[in-house]
Structures are given as structure tokens and as C-alpha cells.
């Protein structure tokens, strides 16, 4: 006879509880009522005992061969002690898991319940006790600690800063040293004592990874490492710097990476080295180390032990072969939370039944502009178009400019599972070989895209100019058009600069490059910035899809002429939804940049001779632009490169919940985002704002709800951070298989940053970043002098200096499988000790199980 066992959970000894019906509290037989002196949790569990027994005779009535059993699963000792009293078959979680023999890899998958759990036989106390939520919040309160997120340093493991926000005060606590940083996450919300100002510190120049070796208690090491960044250093600095002093809100998430095994045979616990290096490692216990060496995977944290280097945790799931492409991309896309599952069954069911055309009730609040020669300009290969343009003369001889955006928000209504789910992705992400849409294809890549020589619904913004591009009229409509062409923008450029062509379409083309020009030239005026940031464009195998050259990508007229006039209508449309809607308009700003961001390029600048202003955007605009060395012409770009990452985020915000409207980079006091609706949720709610605004649409209650608004640019300013920051993971993945045929490359570059132990170079060839290391593993110490003041960094007597150029060596380092890199080393100026040749690059090049197999 077999023996069915069902499992009836003791839900309160859990850490989540779903919202149900619990049928026990409306069944006569298993209702119980709280006894006097019995608490709730115990009453609860008592019920759910009297259930298994309930259920238990109510199944030995069944007319069945099989024999069926309820069992209890809790992890409360005591109610598992009175079940067992009570004649019921009860179990422990791990106890249950362990006791199915045929599937030990459950095993693995087991929650480390207790911090204190599977102690380290040591049993060192590393780390001071956290406080109780209750401490934390009296001592935030009376101004004691301070709270806000804690941010690790990607590039220094034993050092992040805590961003401390609300009531105006927002300001960055730098946190030093392992015990400082107390067992906090990155991203975690945690509460800081600050430290005396006499223990305040500067943020570190040193690079310290924490990818290599098994050794994970030895913290004496980690305090050696930890005085090689502690130096002295003027007292102007000097920041803030505190402890972690408690965890108001963990942010742990399922983190992807692979597992490091450990050097001890036939061990079950091993070492896990996330993907994302702000992520400290993860212990955790495993049967499959074997199985899953050179895999990627998935591991939770379950606690942090006082008495452990690093956090316990468990396996989740394999996502397959390290190097693998679609493992690789998987994994970045988990990594930055990208949603990137197919589109639902409910989603799809939103979508037009086709055929598709435009109906009479299509045309009802829509002007006909079929007629008009409108044409899109777009990169090669590019399906999901957003926007188009025409321009025309006049009778009046003033000119006619309009910028035509698809209407997505006539196919995606509010409130339906296809408007949820838009709202929720946030945004398009561009990977190098894939596109992951925010709305389904349907809409992305047909219906809403305005291809040419077909009929479009679009949301036109429209201007009467006259020739020196000064605004006279500007209006806004729904419409319908028809492209006359698809171009790219060396297909434009080719029709503007040609002298035999002079057809409608390149007449339009010349008209609105014209006026860009004018419109870019007043906008420069204004103090709009003109920033750089190297962008590359990966030319793919037609048949393995590998990238086979690797350029930065060139920028033309054409990409300024649609520029130009993309800014122009987002503020005209800004400025037309806050006339209308001043306490719930959707805007984007840019903050100024506090002074401090700005002194590296200062210093930089300096060092070359040059002044740059910094008081306002203007001011920083003319140093740019008069910052020019006819021996050195790329040094202006370097300039621009650097000034861009001296800038903030530019963030989505509701008009009603801010006072600073302002864009910096832009220079204009009012801006918002109309122009892509097809990849951005933030353009539909705008068009839905506008078409309200002239009456081509009605209103609904979330629309007007500041407060819901707001949190409604909360997730896109995260999605679209993570976007980027996954659109980078991409580039850095394919510029690793790109260089993994290549070999050695040598190259010209030129130094970005320079570090206490490091300098950071950029290649323009490749538009690729990449740091030159002169402290390693294992090899001979060189004595090196920073100077942070002149920011340089002296190498056996070899000073560099920002900007310098250099010779580098350019290779895939595959001796750590988990964090493949682009490794750079120095060629020239040749330093005693530093300069590696060619066939050692080789070697440190293998990775390790090849290295072994070279040995033998």
C-alpha cells in the first residue's frame, strides 16, 4: 500500500503570509476558539493542529487503495513538540526536505533560518551587535543617528557611503573598514552613527576587488588592507564619515554569480562571488559543487552571523554555462531588474484586432496631415520609430516646422493590463543584440511605428517660424499622417549635402537643418552643455552573431538637426501641461551638481594650464568651449568626457511635490520628456496630460493625483537608471568577445583618473574605458606616490598626470571565469617593473583550468 503525504504548513512560522480565506476559521469542526492566557500565535497553531487531526479521520473515510496521510510542517519547536504529543506526524522544514532521498539537491535550496546558524568554528565576534528597530528609531528621532541608503563602492570593497535624504538635509557619510560597514548591503536602508570629526576620512583612491581566494575569515588581512587607504590628507578632503549602527530595511534580492568551490575536498560549503561586485560573497552549503563549477547562478542571502566574514545563504537555481550569450544576457537582465518575461495572455488581449485601419471615430478629434511631406531619420536598422518631421514655406514667407509623434496613448487606454505592464517595464532597454520592448511588438514595431508610405495616428506639435527660428505660433493636435520615407542619418546627410538632389523630402531636410543650426547656436547662448560621452557600435557576424569590429559610433548633422528639434517640442509641450496642470504635470529636471563634483575636473584642468568656471552652466559652457590646445586637440574632448561625469541624474518628478523645475545640462527652465512614447511610459502619461489640455481626450482620477504621480516617476527614474546601467552591462559583455579573438592589442589611450595604486585610461579607438594596475598579486612592490592635489600618481619615478597619453596592451583576462575583464597594461612610457611583455599577457590571459592543463 503507498502513502500519500499532503502537508498542511503552520503559515505564522514563516516570513511572508499571503492574503487567503483560511477555511479552518469557517468549518464548524476545525474552529476554535482563544483560550484564556493563550496568546494569538499559539492559538493559531493550536487551530492548525486540530485541523491535521480533522483532516487526517476525515480522509481515512474515503474509499480509496491508497493510504493518504496529512503531515505538519513547522519550524516552531514548540508547536512541533505538541503535535508529536498529540499523536500527529510533524516535521521541521529541513527535516521534511532532507528526509526525500530521491532528491537531495532540494537540500540546497533550504533557507538558513537563524543568523546565528551554522556559526564558523571560530566563533570570533566580527561585527558589534546591530540595534533594535526601536533604538534605531528613537535615536534617528532625537538626531543621534542618521538615516538613509547605503551605497557600496564598486571599485573599493571595504568602503561605501551612506546617501542621508528627507527634511532638506541630504548629504553623503563616507564608511571605512570592514567592522564600520557592519554587515549592510548595497542598497540597504540603514541607520549611522557619525564618527568624531578628529576620525573623519577622505573617499579613497585605492581599487581593492574582493573576487580572489577561499580564505574568508582571515579579517586581520582585511585590516592590513584596510591601512593602505587610510593616509593623511588635507583637511579640506575630509568628509563626514560614521558606522553602520543598525539595518532599518534590508533590500536583499536573488543575486546571480557563480559559485567559487572550495580547495577542501568533498566540502559542502563554499563561497559565492556575485555578479555585481557591490555584493559582498555569499557562504553557502552545496552537494552540487561539481555540477555547478563554471556556472552561472542564482543564490538568496538568508543572514549575516555576527562571527562571519560574509552572509549565509542558499542555492536557488542554475541559469547555465558561464560565457554563454544567452545565460550572459539573462544574467544582466536579472542583475538590473529588467523585466523581461514575454507579454501576458491578459496584456496581449488589449491589443487592435487585425487588420488594423483608421475609423471615422479614429478621425473625430484629428487633423488630416497625409498630405504634408513628412519623413523619419533614425539609426540603421530601426523598427520602433517614434517621431518624424516636415517643414515647409509659407504664403506669409515665414516657415512651417512640425514634429510628429506616434500616439501610443490612443492604443494603450488607462488602467487595462496593457497600460500595468508599460507602466511597470517603464521603458525600452537597448541591449547590443536584442531589444527588450516596454509594449508589445504589435504596437512597437507596426501600429505605432511611423514607417513610411503608410497611415499613421500621430500627436503633432507644430510652429510658424520665420527664418532666424524664432517661435511665432505653436500648436498641438492629434493627427494623422503619412512618411514619405524612412531615412538613416547618413541617408539624410547624403540628401542635404548633394547638389544634384532637390526633391520635397531633401528640401524639408535642408529647411530643418537650417534652422537647427540656429535653434543649437541659441540654445549654446543660453548656457545649454555641450558634454561628450564616448558611444560604440558593434558591427556583428552575420551567421555566429559575434561582434567582428568594434567602432565609435559617428555623429553627423542630421544626429544634431533631430536633436534640436526634439528639445524644442518636449519644452514646448512642458511648458503648455504646466499652464494647464500646474500641480500635476509630469516634468523632468536636472540639478546642478554640487560644487565639490566638479573639482577633479578643475584640478585636471589646472594641470594643464587651463581655468574652468564652474559657477553655473554658462559659465562652465565658455571654459569649454575656450579650453582648446592646438598641440593637444583631443584635450577638449577628454574635458567634456570628464565634466559629463561631474553631472547629476536627470529625474522624472509630478510639478505639485517640487519647487525646482530647472534642467542644467539643457539650460532651460522648463523640460519634459513627449518625443518617444513607443519606448518611454513617461512621454504616454505626458500625451495624455496634453490631449486633455486641447480637449482630444478626457481625464481619469490617476491622471490628477499628484501623490500617485509621484510614485509613478519613482519607478521610471529606477527603471531608467537600471536600463542604462544594463544597456552598459551589454556593451562591456560584447566588447569582451569582441577582444577574446583579437588577442593582444596595442593602442594609444589616454589617462581619465588617476588612483593611489592605478590609473584609469580611455582608448577613443574603441571608445573603450580601463584600469592600469602597478600594485598585483604576486608581484614585485613598486613605490608609488599619489598626489591628489595635482592629481597624479608617481610610478617608480614615472609621473603621470590626467590626460596624459600612453601605449597600452589591450587583452580578455579570463583567469577569473566570474569577473572576465578587459586588462590593460602599460607599454609607454616604460616603468621598471610595471611593463608586462606580450607572451606573459598570454599567459595570465588562460583561464585557470587551462593554466593547470599548460602546466602539466
Known amino acids: 500500500m503507498s502513502v500519500n503525504q499532503y502537508m498542511l504548513y503552520s503559515y505564522t512560522n514563516f516570513c511572508y503570509r499571503p492574503t487567503f480565506v483560511d477555511a479552518r476559521e469557517k468549518c464548524r469542526e476545525t474552529y476554535i476558539e482563544q483560550e484564556q492566557g493563550e496568546n494569538s500565535n499559539d492559538r493559531n497553531d493550536r487551530a492548525i493542529r486540530v485541523a491535521v487531526k480533522w483532516y487526517n479521520e476525515h480522509l481515512k473515510k474515503l474509499q480509496s487503495k491508497e493510504k493518504v496521510q496529512v503531515i505538519l510542517l513547522t519550524n516552531d519547536r514548540t508547536n512541533k513538540e505538541r503535535a508529536l504529543e498529540e499523536g500527529i506526524t510533524a516535521y521541521t522544514c529541513e527535516e521534511y526536505i532532507k528526509s526525500l532521498i530521491a532528491n537531495p539537491e532540494l537540500v540546497d535550496r533550504l533557507a538558513s533560518l537563524n543568523d546565528d546558524g551554522n556559526e564558523i568554528e571560530s566563533g570570533r565576534i566580527i561585527f558589534l551587535e546591530h540595534l533594535p528597530l526601536s533604538k534605531l528609531q528613537q535615536g534617528i528621532k532625537s538626531g543621534l543617528y542618521l538615516q538613509g541608503t547605503f551605497r557600496a563602492n564598486r571599485d573599493n570593497y571595504l568602503e561605501a557611503t551612506v546617501w542621508v535624504h528627507g527634511d532638506g538635509d541630504e548629504r553623503e557619510i563616507i564608511i571605512q573598514g570592514l567592522r564600520n560597514l557592519n554587515r549592510a548591503v548595497h542598497e540597504d536602508i540603514v541607520a549611522v552613527e557619525l564618527l568624531p570629526k578628529d576620525a573623519w576620512a577622505a573617499p579613497s583612491s585605492v581599487v581593492l576587488l574582493d573576487d580572489e581566494g577561499q580564505n574568508e575569515e582571515d579579517v586581520e588581512k582585511e585590516e592590513e588592507k584596510e591601512k593602505s587607504f587610510k593616509v593623511s590628507v588635507s583637511k579640506n578632503m575630509l568628509r563626514p564619515t560614521g558606522r553602520v549602527v543598525g539595518i532599518i530595511k534590508r533590500n536583499w534580492r536573488p543575486f546571480c554569480g557563480m559559485l567559487s568551490k572550495s580547495h577542501i575536498k568533498e566540502a559542502r560549503r563554499h563561497l559565492f562571488t556575485p555578479a555585481e561586485r557591490r555584493i559582498p560573497r555569499i557562504r553557502i552549503e552545496t552537494r552540487q559543487a561539481t555540477a555547478l563549477e563554471g556556472q552561472r547562478i542564482i543564490v538568496a542571502i538568508d543572514g549575516w552571523p555576527r562571527n562571519s566574514r560574509y552572509p549565509n545563504g542558499h542555492f536557488v537555481k542554475n541559469l547555465g554555462a558561464a560565457g554563454d550569450k544567452e545565460t550572459e544576457t539573462e544574467v544582466l537582465l536579472l542583475e538590473h531588474d529588467v523585466p523581461h518575461q514575454p507579454f501576458s495572455q491578459a496584456v496581449l488581449s488589449f491589443l487592435p484586432q487585425m487588420p488594423w485601419s483608421i475609423t471615422d471615430q479614429d478621425m473625430k478629434f484629428r487633423e488630416d496631415l497625409r498630405h504634408l511631406c513628412v519623413c523619419s531619420v533614425d539609426p540603421p536598422g530601426c523598427t520602433d520609430i517614434d517621431d518624424a518631421l516636415h517643414c515647409r514655406d509659407l504664403e506669409n514667407g515665414n516657415l512651417e516646422v512640425g514634429v510628429h509623434i506616434a500616439d501610443v496613448s490612443h492604443f494603450i487606454r488607462p488602467g487595462n493590463a496593457l497600460d500595468q505592464e508599460s507602466a511597470k517595464r517603464g521603458t525600452t532597454?537597448?541591449?547590443?543584440?536584442?531589444?527588450?520592448?516596454?509594449?508589445?511588438?504589435?504596437?512597437?514595431?507596426?501600429?505605432?511605428?511611423?514607417?513610411?508610405?503608410?497611415?499613421?495616428?500621430?500627436?503633432?506639435?507644430?510652429?510658424?517660424?520665420?527664418?532666424?527660428?524664432?517661435?511665432?505660433?505653436?500648436?498641438?493636435?492629434?493627427?494623422?499622417?503619412?512618411?514619405?520615407?524612412?531615412?538613416?542619418?547618413?541617408?539624410?546627410?547624403?540628401?542635404?549635402?548633394?547638389?544634384?538632389?532637390?526633391?520635397?523630402?531633401?528640401?524639408?531636410?535642408?529647411?530643418?537643418?537650417?534652422?537647427?543650426?540656429?535653434?543649437?547656436?541659441?540654445?549654446?547662448?543660453?548656457?545649454?552643455?555641450?558634454?561628450?560621452?564616448?558611444?560604440?557600435?558593434?558591427?556583428?557576424?552575420?551567421?555566429?552573431?559575434?561582434?567582428?569590429?568594434?567602432?565609435?559610433?559617428?555623429?553627423?548633422?542630421?544626429?544634431?538637426?533631430?536633436?534640436?528639434?526634439?528639445?524644442?517640442?518636449?519644452?514646448?509641450?512642458?511648458?503648455?501641461?504646466?499652464?494647464?496642470?500646474?500641480?500635476?504635470?509630469?516634468?523632468?529636471?536636472?540639478?546642478?551638481?554640487?560644487?565639490?563634483?566638479?573639482?577633479?575636473?578643475?584640478?585636471?584642468?589646472?594641470?594643464?594650464?587651463?581655468?574652468?568656471?564652474?559657477?553655473?552652466?554658462?559659465?562652465?559652457?565658455?571654459?569649454?568651449?575656450?579650453?582648446?590646445?592646438?598641440?593637444?586637440?583631443?584635450?577638449?574632448?577628454?574635458?567634456?568626457?570628464?565634466?559629463?561625469?561631474?553631472?547629476?541624474?536627470?529625474?522624472?518628478?509630478?510639478?505639485?511635490?517640487?519647487?525646482?523645475?530647472?534642467?542644467?545640462?539643457?539650460?532651460?527652465?522648463?523640460?519634459?520628456?513627449?518625443?518617444?512614447?513607443?519606448?518611454?511610459?513617461?512621454?504616454?502619461?505626458?500625451?495624455?496630460?496634453?490631449?486633455?489640455?486641447?480637449?482630444?481626450?478626457?481625464?481619469?482620477?490617476?491622471?490628477?493625483?499628484?501623490?500617485?504621480?509621484?510614485?509613478?516617476?519613482?519607478?521610471?527614474?529606477?527603471?531608467?537608471?537600471?536600463?542604462?546601467?544594463?544597456q552598459r552591462a551589454?556593451?562591456?559583455?560584447?566588447?569582451?568577445?569582441?577582444?577574446?579573438?583579437?588577442?593582444?592589442?596595442?593602442?594609444?589611450?589616454?589617462?581619465?583618473?588617476?588612483?593611489?595604486?592605478?590609473?584609469?585610461?580611455?582608448?577613443?579607438?574603441?571608445?573603450?574605458?580601463?584600469?592600469?594596475?602597478?600594485?598585483?598579486?604576486?608581484?614585485?612592490?613598486?613605490?608609488?606616490?599619489?598626489?591628489?592635489?595635482?592629481?597624479?600618481?608617481?610610478?617608480e619615478g614615472t609621473t603621470f598626470y590626467i590626460f596624459d597619453k600612453v601605449k597600452v596592451n589591450i587583452m580578455l583576462d579570463a583567469s577569473n571565469l566570474q569577473h572576465q575583464k578587459i586588462r590593460m597594461a602599460l607599454v609607454e612610457p616604460k616603468v621598471s617593473g610595471s611593463s608586462v611583455s606580450t607572451q606573459a599577457l598570454k599567459s595570465n590571459s588562460e583561464p585557470e583550468d587551462k593554466k593547470k592543463k599548460l602546466g602539466e
Open 429 to 726: 532597454v537597448y541591449l547590443c543584440e536584442k531589444r527588450i520592448d516596454m509594449v508589445p511588438e504589435l504596437l512597437s514595431s507596426n501600429l505605432c511605428s511611423l514607417r513610411s508610405n503608410v497611415d499613421r495616428l500621430a500627436f503633432s506639435c507644430i510652429w510658424e517660424m520665420n527664418h532666424n527660428a524664432e517661435i511665432l505660433k505653436t500648436r498641438f493636435t492629434k493627427s494623422v499622417i503619412n512618411s514619405k520615407a524612412s531615412l538613416t542619418y547618413a541617408e539624410a546627410q547624403m540628401k542635404i549635402d548633394s547638389t544634384s538632389m532637390n526633391d520635397d523630402i531633401t528640401t524639408s531636410l535642408r529647411g530643418l537643418n537650417k534652422l537647427a543650426k540656429i535653434l543649437k547656436k541659441h540654445r549654446i547662448e543660453k548656457g545649454a552643455l555641450t558634454l561628450s560621452s564616448p558611444e560604440v557600435r558593434f558591427h556583428m557576424d552575420s551567421e555566429t552573431h559575434d561582434p567582428i569590429d568594434l567602432q565609435t559610433k559617428e555623429l553627423r548633422e542630421t544626429n544634431s538637426m533631430v536633436e534640436e528639434f526634439m528639445l524644442l517640442a518636449n519644452i514646448s509641450v512642458a511648458q503648455k501641461i504646466y499652464d494647464e496642470f500646474s500641480e500635476h504635470a509630469l516634468l523632468r529636471k536636472h540639478p546642478a551638481p554640487p560644487p565639490s563634483n566638479y573639482d577633479i575636473l578643475v584640478k585636471a584642468a589646472k594641470s594643464k594650464g587651463l581655468e574652468i568656471k564652474t559657477d553655473s552652466a554658462k559659465a562652465l559652457a565658455d571654459s569649454l568651449d575656450s579650453a582648446e590646445s592646438p598641440s593637444f586637440p583631443y584635450l577638449n574632448t577628454l574635458l567634456r568626457i570628464l565634466a559629463t561625469r561631474c553631472m547629476m541624474q536627470a529625474v522624472y518628478f509630478c510639478s505639485g511635490m517640487d519647487n525646482d523645475f530647472h534642467h542644467y545640462g539643457l539650460a532651460s527652465p522648463i523640460y519634459t520628456h513627449f518625443t518617444s512614447p513607443i519606448r518611454r511610459y513617461a512621454d504616454i502619461i505626458v500625451h495624455r496630460l496634453l490631449a486633455v489640455a486641447i480637449g482630444a481626450d478626457s481625464t481619469y482620477p490617476d491622471l490628477t493625483d499628484k501623490h500617485k504621480l509621484s510614485d509613478l516617476c519613482k519607478n521610471l527614474n529606477y527603471r531608467h537608471k537600471m536600463a542604462q546601467y544594463a
Open 730 to 795: 551589454s556593451v562591456a559583455f560584447h566588447t569582451q568577445l569582441f577582444f577574446k579573438s583579437k588577442g593582444v592589442v596595442n593602442e594609444e589611450a589616454y589617462i581619465l583618473f588617476v588612483r593611489k595604486n592605478a590609473v584609469v585610461v580611455l582608448i577613443p579607438k574603441y571608445g573603450l574605458e580601463g584600469t592600469v594596475f602597478f600594485e598585483e598579486k604576486d608581484k614585485p612592490k613598486l613605490t608609488l606616490l599619489y598626489n591628489d592635489e595635482i592629481p597624479s600618481l608617481t610610478v
